[in-house]
Structures are given as C-alpha cells and as structure tokens.
C-alpha cells in the first residue's frame, strides 16, 4: 500500500512540475496536462465496501417530494446555494491539496447542521426545472455536489445523504471512472441512490486552452460516456476548475447542455447566466455553523481559488 501511494504521489509530483516548467510554454502543452485534482482515496478493504453496501441497501429511502410547496412564480425566483466537496476522507500527511479533503466526521456535521436549520437538498435538474416553470421545490433547497469522482463519495458521502433521504450531484470527470478512482460499482449505486450525474468532461482539461475539436470532444464525448456506461443522461456541466469564457460556454451549449457550474463563489439565481452558476466550496475549515450561514446568504462564501 504505502509502494502504491508512494508512486501515486512520485507521478503526482512529476506533473505538477512539468505543469510549472511549461507554464510559460504554448496552450497547446498546457492543454495535454490535465488540471490537478485531488489524487482518489486509497482502495478500501473488501470489509470496508461491504459495509458501506449493506448501509445503503439499508438507507436507500427514495425521495419524497410531495412536501415540496414552493412551486409557480415563487419557485421561479427562488436562489440556491450549490455546495462543492471533493474528497470525503482523511487526507494522509503530505497529501497534495489537503483544502480539498474533508473527513467523514466533518462531512456528516455540515450535513446534519444544513438538516438542523432546515435545509433540504435538491439536484441541479429539480432546480433547473423549477427556475423554468415545471419544477417545485422544498422551502430551503441546496444542492450538494461532488467533484470529480472518488471512492469516498460511495463509501463515505453516500451514506450520509441516504440517511438524510438527500441525493448528492457527483461532477464526473469520466476519466476517473474505474479502479483508480471511482470504481463502475459505486458509480452505478450513486445512480440508483438517485444521485444526479452530470459531466465534468473526459479528462480534467483547461477548457479554455482546448481547440474546438478538442473542447468538442471534451463536451460531447463525456455526455455519451457517461449515457453509455451509467444509463443517465445529463444536460448539466462543471467546468474543471472552473476554468471557462466565451467560447466555452458557446461550446458547452452547442453541445446540448442546459446549464454549467463554475468555482465563482455564490449563491446561484435564476437571473444568473445559466452556464456560470456560482458555488459555495466546503473544505475542511468550514464549520457547520459557517456553511449554514454561507448557505443562508449571511456570510460571504470563501474566495479561495484553488483545484476543482
Ligand atoms: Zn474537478
């Protein structure tokens, strides 16, 4: 185990130096480096999957919208918060973007004090569908998403949400689907836990550095993958990094996309230009306490900038 990590982390330091040395190179080098992101979590034993699974099997509740009463013109103007993990897990020490890491513990408290004041989660898509006529939603909706893709979003975010009766909203960068990352099995429960999949490209790319065909590629092929290996098909983007412009978000709507994430700190509303929806990122400074009130709008969300 600690060989594995240690060539993880020998391959994780080689790329970001090659990303450094070439940082005054041409787009085209820095368009075949993909972003940093943080490296997965460290395979589980098979007690530990097994766990997990009977968890879920247990909590796997649905979900009941029929208490959701905000509906017609008041769901239509209604703002919601977009809250971002990446890793739910606890980092090793020395592991590369530990800001991106929050624990189980921690994790669960953010949830259970969202709970407390009265929070309900919703997808992308019950939002997108309410901003537009056709949707409710519950009084204080937020939606949960996760970056990239990683085992601790099955092993350690899903069963909390479970027990909430809350789905999660995993980006997926579809590169990260399989053994190294998150694994086909987890992936396929988080959709039959009713989780949202939506594209966070292929591979992790600077959108913004990509040629057309490239960006195209990146956009299209994604939405396929993900159709073709989940069975989910998704209108909704997360830009790695949050990296986007013009061209991008002309890109990303040519591609049949409804609607994009970015690392913009805010609350997203529906006057907002739907390809750059701020978020809320939740790290492992964020207390409970806080992320209620960023949640609630009487903080101001963190401006760090950082891997997404
Ligand atoms: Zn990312």
Not at 96 to 107: A, N, R
Request: positive net charge; glycine residues 8%; proline residues 9%.
């Amino acid at each position: 185990m600690i060989v594995v990590l240690s060539v993880v982390l020998a391959g994780l330091l080689a790329v970001i130096v090659r990303r450094e040395t070439r940082s005054t190179g041409t787009a085209t080098v820095a368009a075949a480096r993909p972003l940093p992101a943080p490296e997965p979590t460290a395979r589980p034993s098979t007690a530990q999957v097994r766990r997990a699974t009977a968890e879920l099997d247990r909590r796997s509740p649905g979900r009941d919208t029929s208490a959701w009463s905000v509906r017609g013109a008041r769901a239509r103007a209604t703002s919601v918060p977009i809250l971002m993990w990446h890793v739910v897990a606890t980092p090793k020490p020395g592991t590369p973007y530990p800001d991106l890491w929050v624990t189980p513990e921690q994790f669960a408290a953010q949830v259970d004090a969202l709970r407390g004041a009265g929070f309900t989660a919703v997808t992308t898509e019950d939002l997108w569908k309410a901003w537009h006529g056709t949707g409710t939603l519950p009084r204080h909706p937020v939606v949960l998403s996760f970056d990239d893709g990683d085992l601790s979003h099955v092993t350690n975010a899903a069963p909390v949400l479970a027990r909430a009766g809350w789905p999660g909203v995993l980006n997926l960068a579809v590169n990260h689907l399989g053994p190294k990352g998150l694994p086909m099995w987890g992936a396929r429960r988080l959709v039959r836990e009713g989780w949202e999949i939506d594209s966070h490209t292929v591979d992790h790319l600077d959108l913004t550095t990509l040629d057309d065909a490239a960006l195209a590629e990146q956009l299209t092929r994604s939405r396929m993958l993900i159709e073709r290996r989940l069975g989910v098909s998704t209108r909704f983007l997360c830009y790695p990094a949050g990296r986007n412009d013009d061209r991008v978000r002309a890109a990303a709507r040519q591609a049949g996309y409804v609607a994009a994430t970015t690392v913009v700190p805010g609350i997203a509303a529906p006057t907002d230009d739907p390809f750059q929806l701020p978020r809320i990122r939740v790290g492992p400074t964020t207390t409970p306490e806080s992320l209620v009130d960023q949640a609630r709008g009487t903080a101001a969300p963190p401006t760090v900038v950082g891997p997404a």
